[in-house]
């Protein structure tokens, strides 16, 4: 067999940045500080102290230019108040946990967990968010029966949802992620998960309800049974609903990037029914492989949309943004793994998590392998944060520098629902 030829160059996002188009160029020389960073030149750059952190910081990326470059002044986002999370710098030395807030977030964080603290999110939006997401589910989809209700305010999306996008420029936008988040939830738990899930047909189950995000086009004889069938439950209800939502905000290929990652969504959740069905603990690098495809991908990939505007469908493609965007799904859902532990554990049934699985494989105790499942988070993290910084250095279009914060921003608000969710979620005893 001869030898596979190897794949060809793919493009820097230098290069890609330099065939999105004259209109791209121009809005980026019409909204950048210094002409010279839309058109790749070294910007001024001002004196920014780095946002707090905790634990050690990511290593420096050999691509990376030195300190003075620009970097931070491209990658300083908005100042003000509630805008900390927006940022993405390297760390040159080990920050100094700050102090707590006057208006501290409940529950504790993991110890040892890297993260960034964020202010509590605007709850003046908290409560309208969470006033109209509710309305939806009960009067426009019909969700969740009555005996739901504590559950579904317990989740807090509306807290979850503006902590993870500061920039949304209004309600209307906040509410097309939240519909969203809701539907997702949905499908999660009455096909998967606690409320009536079962890894038996489950695929079928998904091809039905992702003709909800990626419309059916068949024959008009049988067009009304499709359509009925989006009619037919909960979950496909959502979708179809919090989709008709987004498309309306979004550009085609927002709107196409969105059904591409609910489709790795949909796959990750099959791979994990058919260990479920087959008794089976995979190792750990096969996990890590599904968790890539059943994550929050999904999310941080439509910060634009929500943020109101759109990263340019070329430059959203580039091999360095994909990178960025799957370390980012990756390490929020080993958060979600750690945070939800003992919730899992005290459910029937034996659930797979990264704590779990490398115990089984490892042959860790409990306690190790939560945290050694914290360190590759943390791996995780640093290597988000230093490939996001380079990407930055590298296409100082300032589509790519909001977007970069928007995923930034949605790792961190991320995190700080975790923590501060003390209805769903309680820290193990291993410290």
Request: glycine fraction near 6%.
């Amino acid at each position: 067999m001869p030898a596979p030829e190897p794949p060809p160059p793919q493009p820097s996002p230098s290069e890609a940045a330099s065939h999105v188009g004259a209109h791209v160029l121009a809005a980026a020389a019409a909204h950048a500080r210094d002409v010279k960073a839309a058109t790749g030149g070294p910007p001024a750059t001002p004196s920014l102290p780095a946002p707090p952190a905790v634990s050690a910081p990511a290593p420096p990326h050999p691509g990376a230019p030195a300190p003075g470059t620009g970097l931070e002044r491209i990658l300083r986002g908005p100042s003000g108040l509630g805008t900390a999370g927006l940022r993405l710098i390297l760390r040159e030395e080990p920050p100094t946990p700050p102090a707590p807030p006057a208006a501290a977030a409940e529950g504790r964080p993991i110890p040892g967990l890297y993260y960034h603290p964020v202010p509590e999110p605007d709850p003046v939006r908290v409560e309208e968010v969470s006033r109209r997401i509710k309305a939806w589910a009960l009067d426009e989809v019909a969700l969740y029966p009555e005996d739901w209700e504590e559950e579904f305010d317990g989740f807090s999306v509306g807290r979850y949802m503006v902590g993870c996008h500061p920039d949304a420029p209004t309600i209307d936008h906040l509410m097309v992620a939240t519909r969203l988040m809701v539907a997702e939830n949905a499908v999660d738990d009455c096909y998967c998960e606690d409320h009536g899930g079962s890894p038996i047909g489950l695929g079928e189950r998904l091809l039905l309800a992702h003709t909800a995000l990626d419309p059916l086009h068949t024959t008009e004889e049988y067009r009304p049974q499709w359509a009925a069938s989006l009619r037919a439950d909960a979950p496909r209800r959502a979708y179809r609903s919090a989709m008709e939502y987004f498309v309306r905000a979004a550009g085609p290929s927002q709107a196409d990037r969105l059904r591409h990652d609910m489709a790795r969504l949909h796959m990750g959740y099959l791979a994990e029914a058919a260990w479920a069905q087959l008794d089976h603990v995979p190792e750990v690098w096969e996990y890590l492989a599904m968790r890539q495809f059943n994550n929050f991908r999904p999310c941080p990939t439509i910060t634009d949309t929500v943020g109101g505007y759109e990263l340019p469908a070329d430059l959203h493609a580039q091999s360095a943004m994909q990178k960025v965007i799957a370390l980012a799904g990756n390490a929020t859902t080993i958060v979600n793994d750690l945070y939800s532990y003992t919730k899992e554990l005290e459910a029937p049934g034996r659930h797979l998590n990264l704590p779990v699985v490398i115990a089984e494989r490892e042959g860790l105790s409990d306690r190790d392998a939560y945290l050694k499942s914290v360190e590759v988070h943390n791996d995780l993290m640093h290597d988000f944060e230093t490939e996001a910084s380079a990407l930055a250095a590298d296409c100082p279009v300032p589509s790519v520098q909001r977007f970069l914060r928007g995923v930034a921003a949605w790792v961190d608000g991320n995190h700080h629902w975790h923590q501060s969710n003390t209805y769903r979620y309680s820290l193990p005893d291993f410290w």
